[in-house]
């Protein structure tokens, strides 16, 4: 490029167009939240510093090699961010290492992959075009400098570099240790050197389990028995209700608490739920939140099973799932019940084979146990009331008790249902995916309603408590602006928070003592709850949830990202807000939230001590409840 007498070499064209563009992609097409003009201002600087990390080195090369090098190093840079763009859409996250080779997952991914792409993504590519066509027809834009200046060109890269690290630690002090969020580290490093960190990450974690002994255990024990006293409370009046009964568990796909009570032009988005949760053989909780992370519905099973957090990266299911635990379905197989899974999707999906294998799980009811036809599928496979109805043979062939786990797949993103099988209208929004969900959530609902009369009908009612929990949330906060317009008011982080509850019920057939109950609880309390109903002294166990029934329980709902829910306060993104009114606090309030947030700190960090070293190996579960 000829600029007068100048002339501009390709590596500053690149990195000029390369920096502006990324920065344009952060700003206008992820929703990050830029909360301050120096957060602005990294904003911009981390993509032109990484661009010119990248580019500059070129000038080592020669002339020929150079072009080279630029062409394909923009062309990769750009795949790296479109890729990142499309799974931010889907999953308002950034990909890590682990994640990109659950590859049937990203299989899966591809059915919604159209939905997920948009016209002016094309824009990504337009800056790596231009360099292929300067760098092919000769226009003389290589550099050849004498050595002194090519070590110039690479001192250059340190400063920038080190300029952006000390302004990312002034913004956020202790961002790499304390990386609990992903959204802040692209943020503050950009989403190339993000990705160089989950690298070391993943390298440190591997060597983690290798060097980790047993001395760390009995340290998690102490604390766990200190905070979270397993104390069975064999008086109260739930204790073994179900004593000897069936359990079928329901894990409900993205099924969020706002569908509850909702309507859709005067018509009840939800009309068979509404009526359980108010009758009273049904127990629920209205404030309880699901604590899943990048693992989705595995993270949600991984954590009822085991009372254990998620991992910050990656699914546990994937990633840790050799390790040695104590779960579930390995505890009632010793009580004498037999254990099952019911889920019409590839028995792979989330690893959940070899995962369902290790925690011992007597069978698992995949896609091959069904019939799936073009008349009863669509979106991600069979639908739900067809799976239902095809699963009551299988429950019919089962020892009693049995523990039954459900898998529902219809009420997932995109959330699409034939015109035909909608009995709800669509909302009207900006939003495609917030105006189709409460289609695809009335079907689910209408799908457990028969559900439970096909129990009925088989027999299998009476004897079994039925528990219906949502696994995680359907609409992600890239649909704020649709969800605010359905909600009638603004979704700050509070409400986005609040946003993140689940449904969760459990129903016992001829129990007269239901309704609704406040306290706050999560899928971490599921295995303590339902080894306290089924009567199920489990005293060695190592949990970080509390049966929910428990009168001094614990106080708080922890989240993955380090936000928590307690009685009194809600904390997320750095900030503290009194619970019962959403409104943020001053600082000197503030400072409530801080004894908790370091509690939930040190609770994940020891949950993921014990995934990432595989501790449970060092521990014997038998001797320590005897
Ligand atoms: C896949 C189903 C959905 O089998 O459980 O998984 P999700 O995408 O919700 O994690
Ligand atoms: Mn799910």
Redesign the pocket.
Same mark, same amino acid.
């Given at each position: 490029m000829q600029l007068k007498n100048i002339r501009m070499p390709l590596f500053v064209i690149a990195t000029l167009l390369f920096g502006l563009k990324t920065y344009f992609v952060y700003r206008f097409m992820f929703d990050l939240s830029i909360e301050n003009p120096m957060q602005e201002f990294i904003l911009l600087f981390n993509p032109i510093a990484s661009a010119y990390l990248i580019f500059a080195i070129s000038v080592w090369l020669q002339p020929k090699r150079q072009m080279k090098y630029l062409r394909w190093t923009i062309l990769i840079g750009s795949l790296i961010l479109f890729v990142n763009l499309i799974f931010y859409r889907n999953f308002t996250d950034f990909i890590t290492i682990p994640v990109l080779f659950q590859g049937n997952n990203a299989a899966d991914l591809t059915g919604s992959f159209l939905t997920l792409l948009h016209i002016e993504d094309l824009l990504i590519f337009a800056d790596v075009a231009l360099v292929w066509y300067l760098s092919k027809h000769k226009f003389g834009l290589s550099v050849q400098l004498p050595k002194r200046g090519k070590i110039a060109a690479t001192a250059v890269t340190f400063l920038l570099l080190s300029g952006n690290v000390v302004l990312a630690e002034i913004e956020r002090p202790m961002l790499f240790v304390r990386a609990f969020d992903r959204e802040y580290l692209v943020k503050n490093i950009g989403v190339y050197n993000y990705h160089l960190y989950d690298a070391t990450m993943q390298t440190k974690t591997k060597a983690q389990r290798v060097f980790a002994d047993g001395s760390e255990i009995s340290e998690i024990e102490t604390y766990l028995e200190e905070n979270s006293p397993d104390e069975v409370n064999k008086k109260a009046d739930l204790y073994g209700i179900a004593e000897d009964k069936n359990v079928i568990f329901v894990s409900v796909? @993205?099924f969020q608490n706002f569908l509850l009570d909702s309507k859709v032009n005067g018509t009840e988005t939800t009309p068979f739920l509404n009526d359980l949760k108010e009758s009273k053989d049904t127990i629920f909780f209205k404030n309880f939140y699901h604590q899943t992370a990048q693992g989705?519905? @595995?993270d949600s099973e991984f954590i009822v099973e085991n009372s254990l957090y998620p991992l910050g990266r990656g699914a546990v299911y994937f990633t840790h799932a050799g390790n040695e635990y104590n779960a579930l379905p390995e505890i009632l197989n010793d009580e004498g019940y037999e254990t099952s899974v019911f889920?019409a999707?590839n028995g792979s999906? /989330?690893n959940r084979d070899t995962m369902y294998d290790n925690i011992g799980y007597d069978e698992f009811y995949d896609e091959k146990s069904y019939q799936v036809t073009p008349e009863n599928s669509f979106g /991600?496979g069979l639908e739900d009331k067809a799976f239902f109805e095809q699963s009551i043979k299988y429950m019919q062939s089962q020892e009693k008790p049995f523990y039954s786990k459900f898998?529902t797949?219809t009420h997932?993103f995109p959330f699409e249902l034939p015109e035909e099988k909608a009995n709800i209208d669509k909302f009207d929004s900006n939003s495609k995916t917030l105006n189709s969900f409460f289609q695809t959530a009335r079907y689910t609902d209408e799908a457990l309603q028969q559900f439970f009369q096909q129990l009925k009908d088989a027999g299998l009612y009476k004897d079994s408590i039925i528990v219906l929990m949502g696994?995680?949330y359907g609409i992600s906060d890239f649909h704020n602006e649709a969800m605010g317009q359905f909600l009638g008011k603004e979704v700050d982080p509070f409400v986005q928070t609040q946003l993140q509850r689940v449904p969760f019920m459990v129903h016992i057939p001829g129990y007269e003592g239901g309704g609704v109950r406040e306290d706050v609880v999560g899928q971490i309390d599921v295995k303590p709850t339902l080894l306290h109903l089924l009567g199920i002294n489990a005293g060695g166990d190592m949990t970080f949830g509390d049966n929910m029934f428990a009168e001094d329980g614990k106080d708080f709902i922890a989240m993955r990202d380090g936000s928590f829910i307690s009685e009194e306060y809600l904390f997320t993104n750095e900030q503290c807000y009194d619970r019962a009114t959403g409104e943020l606090l001053a600082e000197e309030e503030a400072e409530a939230c801080q004894p908790i947030k370091e509690k939930v700190e040190k609770e994940l960090n020891y949950s993921d001590n014990i995934i990432y070293g595989d501790l449970f190996r060092f521990y014997d579960f038998d001797s320590s409840s005897e």
């Open positions: 796909e @993205s989705k519905t @595995s889920h999707n999906f /989330w /991600w898998i797949l997932h696994d995680h």
